[in-house]
């Protein structure tokens, strides 16, 4: 029977390496980019290293709005190489209005860190797309540093910093000019409620043609508008009276306000002759290096910042306003296709179908969501999981798999610069990239370093299978691109600090921990409450076994029971031990257990 079973575990084992053979294979066809070496750094490969750690070759790039359109074409490229991405954000601020407690539900969580992902800004994403070459042996992996700022078509996005957060970033060589020359985004959505206001407002011009469109909301001019107003309606609609075929057009000042820009519109809507009148923002007019005339204002190919538009009223057939009407549309288009920005590399990680991979990562899941889907997250957990599921292929946090694996670095925890030290970082070496061990706390470098310590868990996970199903022998070539099978009991849990949840689990909708012993503890009284005295707690429990205490302030706690060998004691078997002890029996206490409390406070799940 031993031997059946492990003949079946050396059976899969070799499936597995089938697998990471097929994919060795197609990663090691010619590549279609050609990255530039003068904005790359080389990660030399040392091979003194055990092959347990992963050692990269990698190149690094900054971007900027001016770059983006470039950057993003070779992240398509190398996308459709890669065999995961790795990713980390740099944000203005992660202060929340409630602080965690140790026994918060998931949805209690969620809501905290929804706050914080709704309110403040992502400045950075660092993305990394790791690329297995066959030839090496080794992944290399391709880095972009993106700062990114709203779009001009967000305009009215109000944000949050964090006083503390900004002078973090900035000591960290964060380039707050860069920031503002940043690669701009939108929201899914949002994109889509532009778009649809393009196609309405095309088809509402079309429309005046033939008499119909869109029906102003006002009189054209407001009865208390100032004089200069008035005087502009009145001379807007002498010269809309005299507007024919091959007439001048009729040129408005420039840089109006708002409301005087409105005037004109509704005035224009109401004049008899709409169909053949078109509004337009031109270049305005220039000198000449004569000095004597002026150069007559043009139709710019992308739309003007405000305090640069001149508006001008020309005459046009109806053959003439439909050239213009669907001029205007791909202008708009264009306009909002440069505005979604970073939105598209999101996209390009959606349509990849490999896996995504970051460090302690619910909260750039959130901030990923918040500026790239949507501005407002979902009300509850299980429907920020199911969206979730909807945008990305698989998901993995290092941090989690480190501690699944039982791995840690040289202080015993899982920090990311310390894990990327203990996995191979220390021994790698980036040319051009100021600082010892590259630029920390840049999101680029960053997520370089989340994808370095995955390639090294990863292939621990596979030494790990590896060594319990034959006894420590190996059974693959070292060489080979580690299969995400061996890590597939990681997959879609992100990690959550500081409660008795381990991970936040993408895949599981309604996550209920088990807290049958955990049990909430107040001191009673109408007055001035005695406060709770956690020792003579300990005394009156100690014969149901080791437990932990958790204040939630000087008269209340969570008493939880750890002997998990042990059913959960009753709530009146704990009562009469305090009573039998005679302590605190004056005020005596109310003891509920979780379950009790939750559905009290009306806590969901």
């Not at 939108?186 to 869109?214: H, I, M, P, T, Y």
């Not at 807007?236 to 009276?241: F, G, K, Q, Y």
């Not at 213009?324 to 999101?346: D, L, P, Q, T």
């Not at 706690?557 to 302590?583: I, W």
Request: hydrophobic share 40%; glycine share 6%; charged share 25%.
């Amino acid at each position: 029977m031993a031997t059946s079973r492990l003949l079946r575990q050396v059976i899969v084992l070799l499936l597995l390496e089938l697998l990471s053979c097929r994919a060795v294979f197609l990663s090691s066809r010619p590549s279609a980019f050609i990255l530039p070496p003068a904005v790359s750094h080389t990660v030399r490969r040392h091979k003194h290293l055990p092959p347990s750690q992963a050692v990269v070759q990698a190149q690094y790039e900054q971007v900027s709005r001016a770059t983006f359109p470039g950057v993003l074409e070779r992240i398509r490229c190398i996308g459709k190489e890669a065999a995961f991405f790795s990713l980390d954000t740099e944000f203005t601020g992660y202060k929340q209005d409630n602080r965690d407690e140790y026994f918060d539900t998931v949805q209690q969580r969620y809501i905290k860190k929804k706050g914080v992902a709704e309110n403040y800004l992502v400045v950075q994403m660092g993305l990394s797309a790791f690329v297995w070459d066959a030839a090496l042996g080794d992944y290399k992996a391709y880095t972009w540093n993106i700062h990114i700022y709203p779009s001009t078509l967000q305009s009215d996005r109000i944000f949050s910093c964090d006083a503390a957060s900004l002078s973090f970033l900035r000591s960290h060589n964060l380039d707050f000019n860069q920031w503002l020359d940043g690669v701009p985004f939108l929201a899914v959505d949002q994109e889509a409620s532009l778009r649809k206001q393009v196609e309405d407002q095309a088809e509402w011009d079309l429309k005046a043609s033939f008499g119909g469109g869109k029906k102003p909301t006002r009189s054209p001019l407001d009865p208390n508008a100032d004089a200069e107003t008035v005087e502009l309606h009145k001379r807007l609609s002498e010269a809309l009276d005299d507007l024919k075929p091959g007439s001048a057009p009729f040129l408005l000042p420039q840089g109006m306000q708002w409301f005087r820009k409105k005037m004109v519109e509704n005035t224009i809507w109401r004049h008899p002759r709409k169909a053949n009148l078109w509004l337009e923002a031109v270049v305005p007019p220039v000198a000449l290096s004569n000095g004597n005339e002026t150069a007559a204002p043009t139709t710019p190919p992308t739309p003007l910042p405000f305090h640069q538009q001149q508006l001008q009223v020309r005459y046009v057939t109806n053959d003439e306003r439909a050239t213009c009407v669907n001029m205007k549309k791909s202008r708009a288009i264009a306009e909002i296709e440069e505005a979604a920005g970073a939105m598209r590399i999101i996209q390009v990680v959606k349509d990849s179908g490999r896996p995504l991979i970051g460090h302690n990562f619910l909260l750039d899941l959130l901030f990923l969501y918040s500026h790239f889907v949507k501005p407002t997250l979902p009300d509850t957990a299980m429907g920020f999981k199911n969206k979730l599921q909807q945008l990305f292929p698989p998901i993995y946090d290092t941090k989690v798999l480190a501690k699944g694996l039982g791995v840690a670095d040289s202080q015993g925890d899982t920090n990311l610069e310390g894990l990327y030290k203990s996995e191979g970082g220390a021994e790698v070496e980036l040319e051009g990239v100021e600082g010892n061990g590259g630029a920390a706390h840049e999101a680029g470098h960053d997520a370089f370093m989340t994808g370095v310590v995955f390639a090294s868990l990863l292939r621990r996970a596979k030494s790990r299978v590896g060594e319990e199903a034959v006894s420590g022998a190996s059974v693959s070539s070292s060489n080979s691109m580690p299969s995400l099978a061996y890590a597939e009991e990681w997959a879609h849990k992100v990690f959550m600090r500081m409660t008795d949840v381990d991970t936040f689990e993408l895949r599981n909708f309604k996550q209920v921990p088990d807290r049958s012993r955990v049990f909430h503890v107040r001191t009673q009284g109408t007055a001035s409450l005695p406060l709770l005295q956690h020792r003579e707690l300990r005394e009156a429990f100690a014969s149901l076994g080791p437990l932990q205490i958790k204040a939630l302030g000087k008269h209340e706690a969570y008493v939880v029971f750890q002997d998990l060998t042990r059913p959960p004691p009753e709530v009146e078997m704990m009562k009469k031990l305090v009573v039998n002890l005679g302590s605190q029996a004056g005020g005596g206490l109310d003891i509920m257990t979780y379950e009790e409390r939750r559905v009290a406070l009306g806590i969901l799940w």
